[in-house]
Nanobody
Framework: QVQLVESGGGLVQAGGSLRLSCVAS????????MGWFRQVPGKEREFVAV????????YYAASVKGRFTISRDNAKNTVYLQMNRLKPEDTAIYYC????????????????WGQGTQVTVSS
């Protein structure tokens, strides 16, 4: 059974940092791009960042570019999201996604999802 498990969320003050992790089990995703999305109640799931299978290429939403860094360790079947200079508008549930088959910025383009981890940024 394929599972993606996120961790690292929490409550942080504006300007602070958090590092999210997503560990995959059940199969390897070393040949697949992996991404991070976020969602707030009442809104659609929003693209945050994606990393290529090798880790050499990354792409970010404009709202997080320069503050967030996505990376991966294929030996550990893990993808990370380092979030710096956090803002209250970054508050959301953050989801890890794997097995890209469509548009990398579209949630519908991924086959597997984690359960999410809550990030709350206080002002």
């Amino acid at each position: 059974q394929v599972q993606l498990v996120e961790s690292g969320g929490g409550l942080v003050q504006a300007g602070g940092s958090l590092r999210l992790s997503c560990v995959a089990s059940g199969r390897t995703f070393s040949s697949s791009a992996m991404g991070w999305f976020r969602q707030v109640p009442g809104k659609e799931r929003e693209f945050v960042a994606v990393v290529s299978w090798s880790g050499d290429s990354t792409y970010y939403a404009a709202s997080v570019k320069g503050r967030f860094t996505i990376s991966r360790d294929n030996a550990k079947n893990t993808v990370y999201l380092q979030m710096n200079r956090l803002k209250p508008e970054d508050t959301a549930i953050y989801y890890c996604a794997a097995e890209l088959r469509g548009r990398m910025t579209d949630a519908a383009g991924y086959d597997y999802w984690g359960q999410g981890t809550q990030v709350t940024v206080s002002s």
